[in-house]
């Protein structure tokens, strides 16, 4: 029992998980410029700094863990747990700085975090956890909300234009990863698409 709590200690401290654990922190810290700001324009800045700080650390920690051969069970799950938090805060965030965007379609908003949630409830009833890979489908909706927040901040009307290209996006990523969850017995965290 001992020696389980030092060697997940002892992941913990590599710079790829502290990497993932500071987007769990920075996160929450993310309500300062969202709520208790005055200054909107200070704030929109100040937001975005935090935002683009946490997708450089979301493209870092997978990319030192294997450079330094660091990678781990352990730093998939908080890489996918920082994911599922942050994520889903998007919509929030939209909604805080740029609901222009998103105007008349927030249904699309709606059903995209519906298939989110019923993938991971799925996932988690299937195999006692939510699984943790990251599909090509997975990354490019991932990159793809990434930028278009940070458009939304800066062009929102450039963003409003490109906002249904991400809504089909999302949506094939979503049906694709329920479907593997539905399909396989057990899930491989190195599973590239629904075709592996």
């Not at 710079?15 to 709520?35: K, Q």
């Not at 051969?69 to 730093?75: D, P, V």
């Not at 249904?164 to 694709?176: A, D, T």
Request: with cysteine.
């Amino acid at each position: 029992m001992g020696d389980n709590s030092n060697t997940t200690l002892n992941q913990l401290k590599t710079i790829p998980n502290l990497l993932s654990l500071s987007r769990l922190v920075l996160m929450p810290a993310m309500l300062i410029p969202s709520f208790l700001m005055n200054d909107d324009h200070q704030a929109r800045m100040i937001f975005l700094g935090m935002f683009i700080l946490i997708g450089v650390t979301d493209k870092l920690d997978g990319t030192i863990a294997r450079y330094l051969n660091q990678t781990s069970h352990l730093g998939a799950k908080l890489d996918t747990m920082a994911d599922m938090v942050f994520y889903p805060l998007i919509t929030l965030w939209l909604y805080r700085f740029s609901p222009q965007v998103v105007e008349g379609w927030w249904y699309l908003v709606y059903v995209l975090m519906a298939l989110f949630f019923i993938k991971m409830v799925l996932g988690k009833q299937k195999f006692g956890e939510i699984p943790v890979f990251h599909t090509i489908g997975g990354k490019t909706f991932a990159a793809s909300l990434y930028f278009f927040m940070i458009i939304a901040i800066l062009y929102p009307d450039l963003a409003s234009q490109v906002f249904p290209v991400l809504c089909v996006i999302g949506y094939i990523n979503q049906i694709e990863e329920m479907y593997i969850f539905i399909t396989r017995d057990s899930v491989d965290e190195n599973i590239r698409s629904v075709f592996d």
